[in-house]
């Protein structure tokens, strides 16, 4: 049995990490923090208003908090899936990928105009899997998500890739 998906659009790893929990709870994190620095920046304000002279060792504290809040913002803004997915278009419009399921391998061929690459993994690489709305979302670890739906396979069917999935990973594969 052989299963492929030809001309793989990474959009779709791109928002699946971009609506994830995790990240969700990135965002919030960070606003949280941006809060709390807001917080102790104008508390800062009002002693030193009320004592009226600055001390130095709170401007220093507080200078370090902000630099290191702003360095967080930044790499945050930079880890977002939307922006990498962006960047990574633009750098690379014809980037193509397939992805074949096999028996005993899932082989991935990449190519852009510049470059071809291959890849080959067994499935006790996968770390889970999954079906949802339409869509297989596969986690190979060490490496990331590949996630398609039913109408980017091109060889098989949706029934097969499920019960390859099935038979090769059993309880890790869910279907929700």
Same mark, same amino acid.
């Given at each position: 049995?052989?299963?492929?998906?030809?001309?793989?659009?990474?959009?779709?790893?791109?928002?699946?990490?971009?609506?994830?929990?995790?990240?969700?709870?990135?965002?919030?994190?960070?606003?949280?923090?941006?809060?709390?620095?807001?917080?102790?920046?104008?508390?800062?304000?009002?002693?030193?208003?009320?004592?009226?002279? $600055?001390?130095?060792?709170?401007? +220093?504290?507080?200078?370090?908090?902000?630099?290191?809040?702003?360095?967080?913002?930044?790499?945050?803004?930079?880890?977002?899936? $939307?922006?990498?997915?962006?960047?990574?278009? $633009?750098?690379?419009?014809?980037?193509?990928?397939?992805?074949?399921?096999?028996?005993?391998?899932?082989?991935?061929?990449?190519?852009?105009?510049?470059?071809?690459?291959?890849?080959?993994?067994?499935?006790?690489?996968?770390?889970?899997?999954?079906?949802?709305?339409?869509?297989?979302? +596969?986690?190979?670890?060490?490496?990331?998500?590949?996630?398609?739906?039913?109408?980017?396979?091109?060889?098989?069917?949706?029934?097969?890739?499920? $019960?390859?999935?099935?038979?090769?990973?059993?309880?890790?594969?869910?279907?929700?």
């Amino acid at each position: 049995m052989k299963i492929e998906v030809k001309d793989f659009d990474i959009r779709h790893y791109s928002a699946l990490v971009n609506n994830s929990p995790l990240y969700n709870r990135i965002k919030k994190f960070t606003v949280l923090c941006g809060a709390a620095f807001v917080f102790v920046a104008l508390l800062t304000i009002l002693v030193a208003l009320k004592d009226h002279k $600055a001390d130095p060792v709170m401007i +220093i504290c507080l200078t370090t908090i902000f630099f290191v809040f702003a360095i967080y913002v930044h790499r945050t803004r930079k880890s977002n899936p $939307a922006v990498s997915f962006n960047k990574f278009t $633009a750098k690379n419009p014809d980037y193509k990928l397939k992805v074949s399921f096999e028996e005993e391998d899932i082989v991935l061929n990449s190519s852009t105009s510049v470059s071809n690459t291959n890849s080959t993994y067994k499935y006790v690489r996968l770390a889970n899997a999954a079906e949802k709305d339409g869509f297989f979302v +596969i986690l190979i670890e060490g490496t990331g998500y590949i996630v398609f739906d039913h109408s980017e396979i091109t060889e098989g069917t949706a029934e097969e890739m499920r $019960a390859l999935l099935h038979s090769k990973l059993g309880r890790k594969f869910r279907e929700k």
